[in-house]
Nanobody, 125 residues
Framework: QVQLVESGGGSVQAGGSLRLSCVAS????????WGWFRQAAGKEREGVTSQVIGGSVPYYADDVKGRFTISQDNAKNTLYLDLYALKPEDTAMYYCATCLYCSNHAPFCHQPSAWGQGAQVTVSS
């Protein structure tokens, strides 16, 4: 099974930006999609964005649309999430995942099969 290793994250002030990276150990994916989830303290994990592996069309949750950008570098087996105009409510642990398929409705990355270890994003007001 593919292993996912995340990096990036950190603490920023509101309005700041961050980049998360997710490197897959191989391109032997069990599905056709990868994406990002987040989980704030005391809340359930929620889908944020997804993109077909090797594809270009992204899907976003409404509250991050226009502020977050998902992208990938298939030569490096790497998925990225650029977070702009961050808000305190974006504070959460962010997880990358590979999934069976993508869609334009939550959680956008469906039937996850592998998870990254998580990257903390903290936004202060």
């Amino acid at each position: 099974q593919v292993q996912l290793v995340e990096s990036g994250g950190g603490s920023v002030q509101a309005g700041g930006s961050l980049r998360l990276s997710c490197v897959a150990s191989s391109n032997d994916y069990s599905g056709y999609c990868w994406g990002w989830f987040r989980q704030a303290a005391g809340k359930e994990r929620e889908g944020v964005t997804s993109q077909v592996i090797g594809g270009s069309v992204p899907y976003y949750a409404d509250d991050v649309k226009g502020r977050f950008t998902i992208s990938q570098d298939n030569a490096k087996n790497t998925l990225y999430l650029d977070l702009y105009a961050l808000k305190p409510e974006d504070t959460a642990m962010y997880y990358c995942a590979t999934c069976l398929y993508c869609s334009n409705h939550a959680p956008f990355c469906h039937q996850p099969s592998a998870w990254g270890q998580g990257a903390q994003v903290t936004v202060s007001s």
